[in-house]
């Protein structure tokens, strides 16, 4: 019998198969377990990514000075991990996320659960833990980051909202700006950086080739014009010099100036001192010590003669001067004040003035200017949909380089000194004469007012700066002169193009690209005056870009050629930001920019998110672990 048990295979399957359910099943179930578990793992890696990344994006570019994840960027990468991975999903336990933030601003995460087995319990394995880690990161490609800056006078004022003045404000957040920036842009990225100050010009010499600017330009200026017919005896006292004595000067009283309504240079108005100053007691005695005469070779000719004195003077002398709303009585003491001079007498015919244009050499600019300079050769454009061509309109031609033969394409450097509004008796007489005029006294002078023949603090070509040598800069910056926003943007757009006066500054690196961005701030509408001297001459002499005629006006002139040399910028693949401080910005600027490029920044604290938002933008948001 237990032999034929033996030798018998009947029911050997049922057998075989019993012995076999146990591993079946421990294989079939770990799969399914396996399977869950890995599906867990992927959704929540997507859930420390997306959690990480949000978390990045919210911080932004803010400095955070203790190392910490900030509460409110915590709390929206909690959020957005919670989204993409919810408590108990695929019977899951001991859900875990947590982030870091690392020392290159990156934001690191750890994110962990239990995930229950349902088979595999019978095997002893009744949960498998599962962890992932994440890491974002905020980082710069090339950037080049072109500031134009108004500069205009208006820049003084308060700031709206208070807090100081709105140049003060200017300069913090471009400070914070660079600071947030740079504390983002990952290790071998270039962040370069420059600057146009701009009010009624712009200064740019310094940066000009000599080639780029002409030998000789002409300018609306006079010439003497002598009558050697009627001679007189002209007199001159010089060559003032110090021998021995005492003069000391100090306030002695003080009291409220009235205020007067402005016109002109002093529209907003200004305070008059109207007291009558105390007497003078100054003696003066004069002691001829030598004379000497000689020919004189005119026109027209006669003798000179040279007088020299020694005075001694004793007593007091009084003026006044308004400081603010105040008005100071000075007071200079003399006592045994003596010093020494020249009494020059020669002839002198009767002289009048001849103005009009004159040529003049202008090959030492360099030494004898500020470096603002006058623009190349253009026309009149009055509509927004004209077309340009830029064959005539050479200031809008961002990237031609000027032709040394050529001097309609090169720049013109200013001279404030020698120029006359011919026929203009004063700021406020509407007298301006395009034909030559003599006269033997003096027309108005634009460079008797500062703020007429504003040149602003040099510009800037982009270069890497660190925090000081930012803060240097602008922190140097003086506000003054009016506002033409035309010749900003002309100006950043050239400095700022990969094809025109600095294309090999401004190019590529090896297998790198080049984000491009010009950042507009102005604090007002344009505001020209007809008697300032800028980058296109005497407006109402010179007749470049405007003819005197009411419609359009200057300052819409210069708002057309405004927009369109933005639209010049634009295709140089720059992306171009506008910003209205405590100004409202007009439908040219919204266009000029576009839809959220432009802002409207009301105080301080909203000019200083817009930095904020602007630095966001130029960064690149990615998973980088």
């Known amino acids: 019998m237990f032999r034929r048990l033996v030798h018998d295979r009947a029911g050997n399957a049922v057998i075989l198969i019993a012995a076999s359910i146990a591993p079946l099943l421990a294989l079939i179930g770990g799969g399914i377990d396996m399977s869950r578990s890995y599906l867990s793992t992927a959704r929540l890696q997507q859930a420390c990514d997306a959690g990480t990344l949000a978390a990045r994006k919210a911080l932004g570019s803010a400095v955070v000075a203790d190392g910490l994840v900030p509460d409110a960027a915590s709390d929206v990468g909690n959020r957005f991990f919670n989204i993409n991975f919810r408590n108990g999903a695929y019977g899951s336990e001991d859900r875990s996320f947590t982030m870091s933030l690392e020392e290159d601003y990156a934001i690191s995460g750890k994110a962990s659960v239990k995930v229950p087995t349902t088979v595999m319990g019978v095997f002893g394995t009744s949960k498998v833990d599962i962890s992932v880690e994440c890491e974002a990161q905020i980082s710069f490609s090339d950037t080049d980051i072109m500031f134009v800056l108004d500069t205009t006078g208006s820049m003084s004022g308060a700031s709206p909202g208070g807090g100081g003045s709105r140049i003060d404000a200017l300069r913090q957040v471009v400070k914070d700006f660079h600071t947030q920036v740079e504390g ?6 270039r962040i370069r950086y420059g600057f146009v100050p701009y009010a009624t010009n712009v200064n740019v010499g310094h940066l000009l080739a000599d080639d780029w600017v002409v030998d000789e330009w002409t300018y609306q200026s006079r010439e003497r014009v002598v009558d050697e017919d009627t001679v007189d005896a002209q007199t001159d006292w010089i060559n003032w010099r110090y021998i021995s004595g005492t003069s000391s000067q100090q306030v002695i009283d003080s009291y409220p100036g009235v205020w007067q309504s402005g016109s002109g240079e002093f529209r907003s108005g200004y305070y008059k001192c109207n007291r009558a100053n105390p007497n003078n007691t100054v ?3 004069d002691v001829l010590i030598s004379e000497t005469s000689e020919p004189y070779a005119g026109p027209p000719a006669g003798t000179i003669t040279t007088q020299h004195y020694r005075r001694t003077s004793n007593g007091t002398n009084h003026w006044t001067s308004a400081s603010g709303s105040t008005c100071n009585v000075w007071q200079r003491t003399y006592t045994d004040y003596v010093n020494e001079f020249d009494k020059v007498t020669y002839p002198q015919g009767e002289e009048s003035w001849l103005y009009k244009p004159v040529t003049m050499d202008v090959s030492n600019w360099r030494a004898e200017t500020q470096g603002c300079v006058e623009e190349r050769d253009t026309y009149e454009i009055y509509t927004k949909m004209e077309a340009i061509d830029t064959s ?9 380089v000027p032709d040394s033969a050529n001097p309609a394409t090169q720049w013109r450097p200013m001279y404030p000194d020698i120029v006359w509004a011919r026929a203009l008796k004063n700021q406020n007489a509407n007298s301006w004469s395009i034909p030559e005029k003599e006269y033997e006294h003096d027309y108005f002078k634009p460079a008797w007012y500062p703020s007429l023949i504003a040149c602003p603090n040099p510009a800037q070509k982009l270069q890497e700066m660190d925090s000081a040598e930012i803060a240097t800069y602008v922190d140097g910056l003086n506000v003054q002169g009016q506002t033409y926003h035309d010749i900003g943007m002309i100006w950043g757009g050239r400095l700022i193009s ?13 297998n790198q690209d080049t984000s491009r961005h010009l950042i507009f701030l102005t604090d007002g509408q344009t505001q020209p005056l007809d008697i300032a001297y800028g980058a296109y001459g005497l407006e109402m002499l010179e007749l470049r870009r405007w003819t005197n005629r009411p419609d359009p006006l200057i300052d819409r002139v210069i708002e057309l050629r405004f927009y369109h040399a933005c639209n010049e910028v634009k295709k140089r693949n720059v992306t171009v930001w506008v910003i209205g401080f405590g100004t409202t910005m007009n439908d040219v600027m919204k266009e000029c920019a576009g839809d959220g490029h432009w802002f409207q920044a009301d105080n301080t604290d909203e000019l200083t998110d817009t930095f904020n938002k602007i630095a966001k933008s130029l960064a690149e948001l990615r998973v980088s672990k």
Do not use: I, Y
């Open 392 to 400: 005539r309109a050479l200031d809008l031609n961002l990237d031609l």
């Open 498 to 510: 990969p094809s025109g006066l600095f294309a090999a500054e401004n190019a590529n690196r090896p």
């Open 283 to 285: 003696v003066s005695d």
């Open 184 to 189: 983002s842009k990952s290790a071998g990225t």
